[in-house]
């Protein structure tokens, strides 16, 4: 069964720092590509960090400097460090992965989290 389940979100103070974990179980996840979206209430769900199964990092302009996407293939993880947090980074953040190299598109994606929600507070 495949399965991506997202946890670590929560509230944090602008400034702070939280550390998003994806387990990902069901497929060779270290030939995927895998995603940090996130949605914002009322808005769509946007890019916000990728690392390709060859090791290439990419992220928003918007998150660039402060978020730090890394995977752990042999535990099948994926994170996302996320420090100098601001309120605009409030939002669910999914995790998402798939066959193949990079795409910033939410509709790219193969398969997806239920996500897990950060608050942060100014």
């Known amino acids: 069964q495949v399965q991506l389940v997202e946890s670590g979100g929560g509230l944090a103070q602008a400034g702070g720092s939280l550390r998003l974990s994806c387990a990902a179980s069901?497929?060779?996840?270290?030939?995927?590509?895998m995603y940090w979206f996130r949605q914002a209430p009322g808005k769509e769900r946007t890019f916000v960090a990728a690392?390709?199964?060859?090791?290439?990092?990419y992220y928003a302009d918007s998150v660039k400097g402060r978020f730090t996407i890394s995977r752990d293939n042999g535990e099948n993880m994926v994170y996302l460090q996320m420090d100098s947090l601001k309120p605009e980074d409030t939002a669910v953040y999914y995790c998402?992965?798939?066959?193949?190299?990079?795409?910033?598109?939410?509709?790219?994606?193969?398969?997806w989290g239920k996500g897990t929600l950060v608050t942060v507070s100014s």
């Open positions: 069901g497929r060779t996840w270290s030939m995927y590509s």
């Open positions: 690392e390709t199964a060859g090791g290439g990092a």
């Open positions: 998402g992965g798939r066959a193949g190299g990079w795409s910033g598109a939410a509709s790219a994606m193969e398969y």
